[in-house]
């Protein structure tokens, strides 16, 4: 059965930090690129960032410098490190598992990330 699971979401003061954390199973970690998106209310899904399977990563514009996507492939986990946090970064962040072999592509059910004072 394929799991992804996010945890690490919460409510945050502007400027603050937090690290999202997305675990895997059921499926073989290593070969599956990694992914966060986000939804805010009334607004379309957006790619936050990514990470190849070999490391590489890429990041939103509107996120350069400030956040940063890593995996672990020992322990089948993606993280995302948020610093300096905005308003405007409130939103519902998801984790995705792509195979481009394949096509296979696993969502988790999303963190909430809510960024006020």
């Known amino acids: 059965q394929v799991q992804l699971v996010e945890s690490g979401g919460g409510l945050v003061q502007p400027g603050g930090s937090l690290r999202l954390s997305c675990v895997a199973s059921?499926?073989?970690?290593?070969?599956?690129?990694m992914s966060w998106y986000r939804q805010a209310p009334g607004k379309e899904r957006e790619l936050v960032a990514a990470?190849?399977?070999?490391?590489?990563?890429n990041s939103a514009d509107s996120v350069k410098g400030r956040f940063t996507i890593s995996r672990d492939n020992a322990k089948n986990t993606v993280y995302l490190q948020m610093n300096s946090l905005k308003p405007e970064d409130t939103a519902v962040y998801y984790c995705?598992?792509?195979?481009?072999?394949?096509?296979?592509?696993?969502w988790g059910q999303g963190t909430q990330v809510t960024v006020s004072s």
């Open positions: 995705k598992a792509f195979r481009r072999f394949s096509g296979d592509t696993y």
């Open positions: 059921g499926f073989t970690f290593r070969s599956y690129a």
């Open positions: 990470i190849s399977i070999v490391g590489g990563t």
